[in-house]
């Protein structure tokens, strides 16, 4: 059967088979996926202008844990921003205090000295109230009252130093005028000092970075940090030998090793090996970014209810006869972007319960038109029936036990793809250190091969999303054996963007002595 979005068909049995068939990821597809990333990554690393950037952040080491010290961080990438005082204990463990403070739209659209003027009173007003220490009591020599800051700034950034970047472009409404082309570390810096504030902006960080520098204190290394949420992306220490594109500069002749920033949600662009479907396809037609972040639509929180409505709609819609709540609809499922990646957490913790899950509910569902549900199936698509209530909007009446059952199915095809589909991810970070080879390659001499192999994620997939990371693992052993796998140690490294850039800040310290 051709792919199609509009759903005819003779045989539900033949569709629903056809759909689920789709979503499902052979063991060759995944190692053929790894290995199109592993020569991506190759492309990246050797030279600029490719989509998988592999952006070299010069950050050149990560933390143990026996760090101390008093560090700011800052991080302005929407609404609003957050000012951060982390304090680290030298044992692993930090104190956190943080304050938001909002941009208007008069900001984000004025003159730029305006916009980073600001910045610096936020900054100010948080070290006057909220610090922990009475900054404007202190006196003496300047530079050993001196706080350090790292500034996590979300926009495009062409690093060339760990202080210093050239601002692209503006994102997110933001248009401030006289900025684009100029060092942002400069621009805050200037601000600081038209304040005569002792503060000194000396790291520009990503967020993925900043996981990877967080995890690493509170455990004593990582070599990973991944954001599994709205969007998703990947740092991992490399072999700076490896990065070929910093041939002849200073920082290649120190050798050793360099965060890379892979930007690996732009991974296969071309969508030559990644599983498009048609709902995939209309997604990416439909997007502000056509072509583009190809990797992200297919893992990342912002897209997965996107596609799941797409299924649900053609359900809907199919003929002759409708396949789902009877062909009704309500204002949420007919909406762009109406169903939130929320709703299929909030179904799959439903079927899942207190205890184990009973098993995947699979097509054809021919059995279920009879109502013939054990009990204990019966008393969970109950759960997710009132899920469906509550988050698209139906009426008790309008939605059967059936329909339920197909939710989560729809459900478990689009999240178990994307949790697969980002073990693929981990798995070619692995692969490219040296720590794990491919199936039926020789696996002498990996590194640190009796080790614990520590990764650092964030985002709300990975760490509320029911199974995604059991997925991911599966996703991994097969990839990279069950030994490598089982000395995987994945960890939460909260706040990437607050605690790791008040990292990133120490790290610079570290790199400048």
């Known amino acids: 059967m051709a792919s199609t979005t509009a759903f005819t068909y003779s045989s539900a049995k033949d569709l629903y088979e056809h759909i689920d068939a789709q979503f499902q990821l052979s063991d060759q597809q995944l190692v053929e996926l790894t290995k199109t990333f592993l020569h991506e990554f190759k492309l990246g690393l050797e030279d600029y202008g490719h989509a998988m950037a592999m952006i070299p952040t010069f950050v050149t080491g990560v933390p143990d844990g026996t760090e101390k010290g008093t560090f700011l961080a800052l991080d302005l990438g929407g609404t609003n921003l957050r000012v951060c005082e982390v304090v680290l204990h030298g044992d692993k463990s930090f104190s956190l205090r943080q304050q938001k403070y909002r941009v208007t739209e008069a900001l984000k659209t004025g003159e730029a000295t305006a916009l980073f003027d600001y910045l610096a009173d936020s900054v100010d007003a948080f070290l006057t109230t909220e610090a922990s220490v009475d900054y404007t009591s202190q006196t003496g020599d300047k530079a050993a009252n001196t706080i350090h800051l790292g500034l996590t700034f979300s926009f495009p950034v062409e690093q060339t130093a760990l202080g210093s970047g050239k601002i692209l472009t503006w994102t997110k409404g933001f248009s401030a005028r006289n900025a684009i082309g100029n060092d942002v570390v400069k621009l805050l810096q200037d601000a600081f000092d038209r304040k005569h504030m002792h503060v000194k902006c000396v790291a520009l960080v990503n967020d993925t970075v900043g996981a990877l520098l967080s995890r690493a204190y509170q455990s004593g290394g990582c070599i990973l940090g991944a954001i599994f949420g709205t969007g998703t992306n990947g740092a991992y220490v490399e072999d700076i030998s490896k990065i070929k594109k910093l041939q002849g500069t200073p920082a290649a002749s120190k050798g ?129 029936k009132k899920v469906i209530v509550k988050d698209l909007g139906f009426k008790s009446d309008q939605v059967s ?90 960890g939460l490294a909260k706040d990437g963007s607050g605690v790791g850039a008040a990292l990133c800040a120490l790290q610079a310290l570290k790199q400048k002595s």
Request: proline share 6%.
């Open 256 to 384: 050793g090793y360099m965060v890379v920033n892979t930007e690996w949600g732009a991974f296969n662009n071309s969508r030559s090996h990644l599983p498009s479907t048609p709902c995939d396809n209309a997604l990416d037609r439909l997007s502000i970014n056509p072509t583009f972040q190809a990797f992200e639509k297919f893992i990342s929180g912002m897209y997965l209810g996107e596609i799941t409505r797409g299924i649900i709609t053609s359900l809907i819609d199919a003929s002759p006869k409708p396949l789902l709540f009877n062909g009704k609809f309500t204002p949420i499922i007919n909406k762009h972007y109406g169903i939130d990646t929320s709703f299929m957490s909030n179904v799959e913790e439903a079927w899942l319960g207190k205890d184990a899950c009973p098993g995947y509910i699979r097509p054809p569902f021919a059995e279920l038109d009879g109502g013939s549900f054990g009990p204990n199936v019966q008393a969970r698509l109950e759960a997710i």
């Open 401 to 490: 036990l059936k329909d339920a059952a197909i939710i989560r199915w729809v459900c478990g095809l689009v999240g178990h793809r994307a949790a697969q589909l980002s073990g693929v991810a981990v798995a070619t970070v692995l692969v490219q250190t040296g720590r794990a080879v491919l199936p039926g390659e020789t696996s002498r001499g990996l590194k640190d091969p009796n080790n614990k192999i520590l990764v650092g994620v964030d985002g709300s997939l990975v760490e509320h999303y029911p199974g995604f990371e059991a997925i991911l693992r599966e996703s991994l052993r097969y990839l990279v054996g069950r030994d490598v796998e089982s000395r995987v140690d994945i």
